[in-house]
C-alpha cells in the first residue's frame, strides 16, 4: 500500500486445515480485496474455505475488507469486546480524530488527504459474531490462545498458535530492517499499557519461537529472547 511517497507492505496471516477450514487474521487496507483474494487463491485455499476471520483490532488497515469477505463467505468475525463497537462502527474509530489525522496525513497531496480522511471517518464495518476474550482458547486448528494486549488499541489482541509455536502480533510489535520493536509510539493509543502487554509476552518468550508482526512480517526462530530483550528496556 502506498501513502504518498511512502509504501508499505502488511501481512494478514491465513491458517488453514482440512477439519476446521481457513481462518485469516486481518483483512488488509480496504480497497485491497482483490489482491487478498488473489493471495489466498494462490496460497492454494479458495476464498470460499474461509469459516472465520479474528480481527487483532479496530484500525482501518486491519477492517478494510471485512464486509467484502463476509459477504463472498459468510465467514463469522471474531474480536475483543471492546473492539466491536468500533468495527460495527457504533463508535468513530479512536484514532479518527481529525487534528491526529491531518498530522499523520501530511505527507499526502490534498486530494489525497481529503480522501484518506473521508476514509478514516466512515471506515467499512461489519458485525462481530464473538467476543473474544483474554486467555481464552479457540478450539479450531488444534487450539490458539486470545491475549488481551491493550495500548495499540483498548482491545487490541495477539494469537498465540501452539502448534507453530507463533505469535500473531498485530500491531503490538513491528519488525524494521529485519529486526523485532517493540510498540510504535508514533501509532499507539495508549503507550504505558503497550509497555505492560508486551512484558505480558515477554512472560510466555519461553513458548515462542516465531511472531507474525502485521507490519514488518516474520521474525525468529529465537523470537523469544528478542521479546525477553524488548520487554526489559
Known sequence: ??????????????????????????????????????????????LADIQRVIITHQDIDHIGNLSEIVQATGARVLAHAEEAPYIQGDRPLIKADPKRLEQRLQALSEKQRQQALRLFTKPPTAHVDQYLAD????????????????????????????????????????????????????????????????????????????VLCYHGGLFGPRAGDRL???AAV
Not at 196 to 201: T, V
Request: charged content about 20%.
Open 1 to 46: 500500500m502506498t501513502f504518498g511517497e511512502r509504501t508499505t507492505s502488511i501481512y494478514p496471516l491465513l491458517f488453514w486445515d482440512q477439519s476446521d477450514g481457513a481462518t485469516l487474521i486481518d483483512s488488509g487496507f480496504p480497497g485491497q480485496f482483490a489482491a487478498l483474494e488473489k493471495a489466498i487463491i494462490t496460497a492454494g485455499v479458495e
Open 135 to 210: 486467555g481464552e482458547n479457540l478450539p479450531f486448528h488444534g487450539g490458539i490462545r486470545v491475549l488481551h494486549t491493550p495500548g495499540h488499541t483498548p482491545g487490541h489482541i495477539c494469537i498465540y498458535i501452539a502448534s507453530c509455536r507463533l505469535l500473531v502480533a498485530g500491531d503490538e510489535l513491528h519488525v524494521e530492517n529485519g529486526e523485532m520493536l517493540g510498540p510504535n509510539p508514533e501509532n499507539t493509543f495508549d503507550m504505558e499499557k503497550a509497555r505492560w502487554s508486551l512484558r505480558k509476552l515477554a512472560a510466555m518468550s519461553d513458548l515462542i519461537d516465531f
Open 228 to 230: 525477553q530483550v524488548l
